[in-house]
């Protein structure tokens, strides 16, 4: 087994999990109505997200480079475990979104 392929696919996997913790934090806040507080921690896992992409990237280019690049397992993983935490990403974002948007909403009833 190529160990830059697992040392690729090990920090991929850490990042992305990062990403993910990220993630978790910003929707337990959203939860408690603090969706600024939300919105910081998910620069968070853009950031890390953003690395394990990054890491991602440089494998495919590699490997279309010419450089030898066989099937592995963990790396496939790997790339499931960063386009789940992609959804995970997309999803929390859309969940801020709705929620700051239905506060102004209350807020515009409980002015009137």
Avoid: W
Avoid at 22 to 38: S, T
Avoid at 72 to 77: E, K, M, Q, R, T
């Amino acid at each position: 087994m190529n160990e830059q392929i697992v040392e690729n696919a090990m920090n991929i996997i850490m990042h992305a999990g990062d990403a993910r913790v990220f993630c978790k934090k910003a929707l337990d806040l959203l939860a408690e109505g603090k969706p600024a507080e939300a919105e910081e921690e998910m620069k968070g896992a853009d950031k890390e997200i953003a690395e394990a992409h990054h890491i991602q990237t440089d494998c495919i280019q590699g490997a279309i480079g010419g450089e030898e690049f066989e099937y592995n397992v963990l790396f496939a993983h790997a790339q499931d475990t960063l386009m789940t935490i992609y959804s995970e990403i997309a999803l929390a974002k859309q969940l801020i979104k709705i929620s700051s948007h239905l506060e102004a909403r209350i807020d515009a009833l409980e002015k009137k």
